[in-house]
């Protein structure tokens, strides 16, 4: 067999494989004679079946089976004799001439195919000690954990009904038939809805019209929804909602005692300002992390400068690129309302794959060197995880995960790359900063130096996220799930 490189520019490589149609040959007749004594050919004996008509019945088949084998191995086996790493799977070119392939098969001639691919740039690590990070921490106050417990507290808080007008803090239980153009709309129809007055559930302007209702009132109510609005048939629509008032309840006073925290399944008050408590150090120890994270990246990236395999940029690029383009439909804005222009972007948002690329190349560098690895138990709490996320779709996952190699391969990256930034704040000069909840939460627009190419991008807002999880749900219905999720959180 002989290995030719024919091309060595940059990072690509192309290598030309001949395997000899003698060598073929040899190789063909050596599974003829494994063979020979297990056919069962009529007319012959069993062993007795001649080379000759075995070849003649076999050959092709046989000879198709060594192709796919030696394209299947030979790749692998020609990097490593090399010492190299393809930054992806290697392309396989070989002749697609349907007389060349006969004569192949038929070992009248050589074999011959081309890999082409990009290797991965060689990484010299440096030393990490000149890394300085500063790490912003919180302390958390009693009066702060008291306001969220007090959250909580009114998010179960109970209601009685009541005679009466419905004002602001009051519970209006309703049924509603929303039309646009005089025509009822998917989604915008609920029986014994739920709404507390002034909690911002709804769209703007609906709850409003709300207040001074009691029950069996009967109300049309004149609305219009947001520009922005997930549901793209209704974005900037006016709607009407014929509302029949079921009934208007009272909130009760809220008290923060052992009643209300074993209303909520926990033992005492005590522990349910433990569980807040926790729950506010996990939600400032991840915007630390982030932070943190940021300027150990940003530090790393000014350390390496080297060429990325194409390939890798290019796979990047393309992801971000269609979550930019999936946000701005969403939203729909288009790149003159952000202040950039498509061309602008894309050529920011390159810039940014490769900065990815290559800090990944780098993290993969210092982790491997420093032993990092992801045990099993890792990987399936990351299963699971991904698994509690979609509810009764567990098997068609697990499905995915075992059918895609490269599905755990997408759950194992941001585990390993985690566990490599723990491994570095064991190297790095790390200091901490008492700060105020406000400095921490200061909003940063994009992370580093990943800031002036996010700018180009739709601004994500926790709120729009919200609401465009909830899909294409036309309810007019905000449900501020955030808050909810803090109040239901609290009392896991």
């Known amino acids: 067999m002989q290995v030719i490189e024919t091309l060595a520019e940059g990072l690509k490589r192309e290598i030309k494989v001949v395997i000899p149609a003698k060598d073929m040959e040899t190789k063909m007749n050596e599974r003829l004679a494994d063979v020979k004594d297990k056919v069962r050919i009529n007319g012959f ?20 089976d060594l192709v796919n084998e030696i394209v299947r191995e030979q790749p692998t086996a020609i990097l490593s004799e090399r010492g190299e790493k393809s930054a992806t799977q290697p392309e396989i070119a070989m002749t ?8 192949i098969l038929a070992a009248q001639k050589d074999f011959e195919f081309t890999l082409s691919y990009e290797v991965l740039p060689p ?6 000690k000149g890394i300085k990070i500063t790490r912003e921490v919180v302390d958390i106050s009693d009066e702060e954990v008291n306001e969220q417990v007090l959250k909580v507290a009114e998010s179960a808080r109970s209601y009685e009904s009541k005679k009466g007008k419905a004002a602001n803090g009051d519970r209006v239980t ?20 739920e709404l507390v007055l002034g909690s911002g559930r709804f769209i703007p302007g609906f709850e409003d019209q709300l207040v001074g209702v009691k029950a069996d009132d009967e109300k049309t109510i004149t609305v219009t929804f947001p520009a922005d609005y997930p549901a793209k048939n209704l974005a900037g629509k006016e709607a009407t909602f014929d509302v029949t008032v079921k009934d208007v309840a009272a909130p009760a006073d809220v008290e923060i005692n052992d009643e209300l925290a074993k209303k909520l399944g926990l033992e005492s008050a005590d522990r349910l300002k433990e569980i807040v408590r926790g729950q506010i150090e996990s939600q400032y120890g991840s915007l630390t992390r982030q932070k943190v994270k940021r300027q150990i990246l940003d530090q790393l990236d000014e350390m390496y400068k080297f060429e990325t395999p194409n390939s890798l940029v290019e796979a990047e690029y393309n992801g971000i690129w269609s979550q930019v383009n999936n946000d701005l439909a969403q939203s729909g804005k288009t790149f003159e309302d952000e202040d950039t222009t498509e061309e602008k972007a894309k050529e920011e948002y390159r810039t940014l794959a490769e900065r990815r690329v290559r800090l990944g190349l780098v993290l993969s560098e210092i982790g491997e060197k420093a032993g990092v690895e992801v045990s099993e138990d890792e990987m399936q709490r990351a299963i699971y995880e991904q698994l509690r996320q979609y509810p009764g779709q567990e098997k068609q996952i697990m499905d995915f995960f075992r059918s895609q190699p490269g599905a755990a391969a997408s759950i194992r990256a941001p585990i390993f790359e985690e566990k490599v930034i723990d491994h570095l704040l064991t190297e790095i000069d790390v200091t901490d900063k008492k700060v105020t909840k406000e400095e921490l939460l200061a909003d ?30 036309a309810a007019p219905k905000k449900k501020a799930a955030s808050k909810k999720k803090d109040a239901e959180g609290a009392a896991e």
């Open 45 to 64: 004996r069993p062993g007795k079946v001649p080379v000759a008509h075995l070849k003649k019945v076999y050959g092709k088949s046989i000879m198709a």
């Open 96 to 103: 697609e001439d349907k007389d060349e392939a006969e004569q």
């Open 123 to 128: 990484i010299e690590l440096k030393s990490v």
């Open 174 to 193: 309703m049924d509603y038939v929303g039309k646009v153009d005089g025509e009822a709309f998917e989604g915008g129809t609920d029986q014994g809805a």
């Open 444 to 473: 940063e627009e994009g992370e580093g130096s990943e800031k002036d190419a996010k700018k180009a991008a739709p601004k994500k807002k926790a709120a729009a996220k919200a609401e465009a999880s909830e899909g294409e749900e």
